[in-house]
């Protein structure tokens, strides 16, 4: 399942990739218990920043003509580059809300969560920084290659592509309710029906952003029966991205009951389904002709 990015609104295309082949169908990552993992914490419409970058030839995501250093983790199933992504009304992009229209968001399953009681969303950061292979720190640089490797050797599968990430964003969704569940967990004979149903119904879902500074690719993964509610009437997730200096893209019925259907697509051939895109940084930036010469030294 690839999608490539949308024509920006400006008059000056971005790069676009080759056609690429669809990709074979894998299913979640498994977290490494040996490495670091951040939770965000419980509350609602909150996020947690990850610096983008192993301190030597990873110096952020370049999407384009833009350097991301920063990548913000949501609740609401949002990953959004240099800076916070609090917006719990999913809407089609790019929107009439300004605000909105110039976030730098990938939005995996954006709809409106409540962990304050249960769920979970997780994140873990992989490098293949040089650094790393320092002698107490020697098993934390082969574990992280590892998960580079796993990833990388997916992107090469599908996309039929020489590619080799050195650094990569893992984010779960795990369990996730619709808001309000801490009111239904806290009163739960004073919902009934469709109402009790809904508020305890679960979502979960992966992302993950990979990049070797030149190219980078976003993954979203989702497996059948794992994806339990959308939204309230008029408030259903959104899949896609927006990204103002490359385009947007809405996954077909995006704000509607029916998103719920993507996690089964591939049923019964598979239990999974991977949303794959592809951003490439423009070759002219003066910062790639300096990396290129650096990565040809190394």
Known sequence: YICLPSPPPSSIPP???????????????????????????????????????????????????????????????????????????????????????????????????????????????????????????????????????????????????????????????????????????????SFEGKTADFLNSTNTFQAIIITDVFTTYVIYTYKCGELEWSGPDFLHAVVGYNLPNVGFMNEPLSRTPAKLSIACENHPISNFVNIVYQFQANSDLPIMRCLNAYSQDI
Do not use: M
């Not at 605000?99 to 409106?112: G, H, K, L, S």
């Not at 309710?177 to 239904?184: A, E, G, R, Y």
């Open 15 to 189: 790069p676009l990739p080759s056609p690429i082949p669809p990709p074979t169908e894998r299913g979640f990552l498994e977290f490494d218990t040996d490495l670091p993992i951040v939770e965000l914490s419980r509350s609602v419409d909150v996020s947690s920043r990850v610096f983008i970058g192993d301190g030597e030839s990873v110096i952020g995501i370049i999407v384009g003509d833009t350097v991301f250093t920063e990548a913000h983790v949501s609740d609401n199933g949002i990953i959004s580059l240099e800076r916070s992504f609090l917006f719990w009304q999913p809407s089609l992009f790019p929107t009439g809300n300004q605000n909105i229209q110039a976030a730098n968001v990938f939005a995996a399953y954006w709809a409106d969560v409540d962990n304050r009681v249960e769920g979970t969303v997780r994140y873990q950061v992989f490098t293949a920084s040089e650094a790393e292979s320092a002698n107490n720190r020697r098993k934390k640089a082969t574990e992280e290659r590892n998960r580079l490797d796993i990833i990388s050797e997916y992107i090469r599968e599908s996309q039929n592509t020489n590619f080799t990430g050195k650094w990569a964003l893992l984010v779960e969704w795990s369990d996730v309710h619709p808001f309000d569940h801490q009111s239904f967990f806290n009163s739960p004979f």
